[in-house]
């Protein structure tokens, strides 16, 4: 795809692949005889959660949930709202949050409390990418793909303005096309 808005490849396809197999290696290992409840947190996780998913190798099912944060295409405000809540319920599964960033950390802090409070056995994170600059809240994911740096990030499910999220690698967007927009 050849587009102006697309700018330096932060993460390329081979490396993308690379740390997918070592994560689903390590969640494999980690989650042995338990069965395992993946939640894909859409629309972004979609592409990691299907490559994911097919590097896990113990018996895992997937539920899908969506949610959108009040605030403008770059910053989110920490007030969450569900677009689309799970099918099933979750209490006393062994849960594994799938997210393709962790920016300000807000919207995990709220799927965090959100699904805690359904009772699930046991609640983890595993994001594929981290800006640990841009943190308003103290939290960590237990699997992490890459720490990336505060940059606006597209590709591999990433959106701007829903667009990119076919991209099979990360790429920075190129600041040109953020000014572009102000006041979409
Ligand atoms: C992204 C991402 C996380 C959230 C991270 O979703 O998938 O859910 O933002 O930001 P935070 O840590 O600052 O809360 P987005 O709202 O862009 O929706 P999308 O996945 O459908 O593109």
Redesign the pocket.
């Known amino acids: 795809m050849r587009d102006d808005a697309v700018g330096e490849i932060l993460v390329q396809p081979d490396e993308l692949a690379r740390r997918v197999r070592e994560l689903g290696a390590q969640i494999s290992e980690d989650y042995a005889g338990r069965d395992l409840l993946l939640i894909c947190?859409?629309?972004?996780?979609m592409f990691f959660l299907a490559d994911l998913m097919r590097r896990i190798d113990v018996p895992c099912e997937v539920d899908f949930m969506?949610?959108?944060?009040y605030?403008s295409?770059t910053?989110?405000s920490?007030v969450?709202r569900i677009l689309k809540d799970l099918d099933a319920a979750i209490e006393g599964r062994e849960v594994l949050i799938v997210?393709?960033?962790?920016?300000?950390?807000?919207?995990?802090?709220?799927?965090l409390r959100n699904l805690g409070a359904r009772n699930p056995a046991s609640m983890e994170v595993c994001a594929l990418l981290t800006?640990p600059e841009?943190?308003?809240v103290e939290l960590e994911p237990r699997y992490v793909g890459f720490e990336i740096p505060n940059r606006f990030v597209i590709g591999y499910?990433?959106?701007h303005a829903?667009r990119y999220?076919n991209l099979p690698f990360v790429a920075a967007l190129n600041p040109a096309a953020l000014t572009a927009d102000k006041g979409d």
Request: no cysteine; charged share 30%.
């Open positions: 947190v859409l629309k972004g996780a969506a949610v959108a944060s605030g295409a910053d989110s920490g969450v997210e393709d960033i962790v920016d300000s950390g807000l919207t995990l802090h709220y799927l800006k841009r943190r308003k499910g990433l959106d829903e999220r």
